[in-house]
């Protein structure tokens, strides 16, 4: 079946600092791959997504490759802002079911401090 | 991009009675809407995914005689939870997905729905 694991947080980090979030997948088809974020009180955003292996997606100064070799997709950030906190969830589409199913990690909370 | 909105923001109610939550995407159609729920500090949980002009798929667990949900058009759906609980109190999520011939496939997520129910 098709699962996200993501790094268990809460993840706290100094301004500046690089940040890594770690997310791996399993799926059964040829999933697109996704990064939301969920900013206090507010719902979803999409950040970035990449839809085939070796892809990179990239929005805001973020980052993540779609690796199908390590069947994983980590998040990163060469320098965090304080704005930068939120909760962050990966998430994949199997699009050989359809491409109508999501499927969320849990989430990790970013706490940046200045 | 896409905007979905959803009304009520926040909605508070007592136990028992019935709650109405809409979802529209604005400047889009979209033929498949999905109803999440989220509980604190947790990831969504998918409750539902809603087609247009037929009855909704529950996920295993999920009350489909509790939580009703129409899609009557193709920018509207509706979840209704019904003679609502304090432990219905959540954090309810809609999404509208985007599946078109250019490949873009993706889910535009609508801003959330508090509940709480005394």
């Given at each position: 079946g098709n699962s996200v694991t993501q790094m268990e947080g809460p993840v706290t980090l100094s301004e500046e600092a690089f940040l890594t979030i770690n997310c791996t997948y399993t799926a059964t088809g040829y999933p697109s791959l996704f990064w939301y974020v969920q900013y206090p009180g507010e719902g979803l955003q999409l950040l970035l997504k990449a839809t085939k292996a070796d892809d990179k997606g990239s929005n805001k100064g973020f980052e993540a490759t779609y690796r199908k070799e390590t069947t994983s997709f980590h998040l990163e950030k060469g320098s965090v802002q304080v704005s930068d906190s939120a909760v962050y969830f990966c998430a994949l589409s199997?699009?050989?079911?359809?491409?109508n199913q999501f499927y969320f990690g849990t989430g990790t909370s970013l706490t940046v401090i200045p | 991009g896409a905007v979905v909105s959803q009304h009520p923001s926040w909605v508070i109610c007592k136990s028992g009675t019935s709650v109405k939550i809409e979802c529209r995407s604005l400047d889009f159609q979209a033929t498949t809407m999905f109803w999440y729920r989220q509980f604190p500090k947790q990831s969504l949980m998918l409750m539902a995914t809603s087609n247009e002009g037929s009855k909704a798929t529950y996920e295993q667990g999920v009350e489909k005689d509790k939580f009703l949900i129409n899609h009557?058009?193709?920018?509207l759906s509706t979840l209704t939870v019904t003679s609502?609980?304090?432990?219905?109190?959540s954090f309810y999520i809609c999404s509208a997905h985007i599946l078109d011939q250019g490949g873009n496939n993706e889910q535009f997520f609508g801003p959330g729905t508090r509940l709480t129910v005394l």
């Open positions: 199997d699009e050989w079911v359809g491409g | 009557a058009s193709l920018t609502a609980h304090p432990e219905d109190s």
